[in-house]
């Protein structure tokens, strides 16, 4: 299902870490989601992205909480099929993640860590959660993310080479800082295609 109107996820891409905070196998909603969600829509979690790991600085009523994700790195079967799908494009659409699914050898997002520095309520805090809804819009605004986040290097083509070659540096750095982005602004224009 395409869920074009969704607040959070609507990119494929994009909907497979919300579904992490809001598991389909889930019995009933996750009473901590309303309140997550409006605090990454009010730009309540700074993001720093390193590798495979998120980590988010949540704001709440004057404290500060710090989120770290890790996401488990994709399996060889899934890169193997992700290369295929996304031929010679250098971003995944909704339509390679159409394509890797329906292969069957797709494995879905998943972390290795999800770890809070309130330690209050394991691995479901309301931080987690805010950092995922936080992490799922920036995969919305750029889906390649989704790849990086999960050790698949984009620019590297099928044998395992340079597509491209800028400058190692400059490929993507190390850090990517995701605070400038204006989630406002960002709802207000709405889904691309
Ligand atoms: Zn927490």
């Not at 193997?80 to 799908?85: E, G, K, P, T, V």
Request: hydrophobic fraction near 40%.
């Amino acid at each position: 299902m395409s869920n074009a109107t969704a607040e959070f996820g609507y990119t494929r891409w994009g909907a497979e870490v919300v579904r992490l905070a809001e598991p389909l196998s889930a019995r009933s909603p996750e009473p901590r989601a309303p309140r997550a969600r409006s605090i990454a829509r009010n730009g309540g979690v700074d993001l720093v992205v390193d590798g495979r790991s998120v980590r988010g600085v949540v704001q709440r009523g004057g404290q500060a909480s710090v989120a770290q994700l890790e996401f488990a790195p994709m399996t060889t079967a899934a890169a193997s099929i992700l290369r295929i799908a996304l031929g010679a494009a250098n971003e995944p659409g909704d339509e390679t993640y159409r394509r890797v699914v329906e292969s069957g050898a797709w494995s879905q997002a998943a972390l290795d860590v999800a770890d809070c520095s309130c330690r209050g309520r394991g691995d479901r805090c309301v931080h987690i959660l805010a950092v995922l809804y936080a992490t799922a819009a920036a995969i919305d605004r750029e889906p390649a993310l989704a790849l990086r986040l999960r050790d698949f290097d984009i620019s590297l083509d099928a044998t395992g080479d340079a597509a491209s070659d800028p400058p190692p540096d400059h490929r993507h750095p190390r850090w990517t800082t995701l605070t400038a982005f204006d989630v406002r602004n960002y709802w207000d224009a709405g889904p691309r295609d």
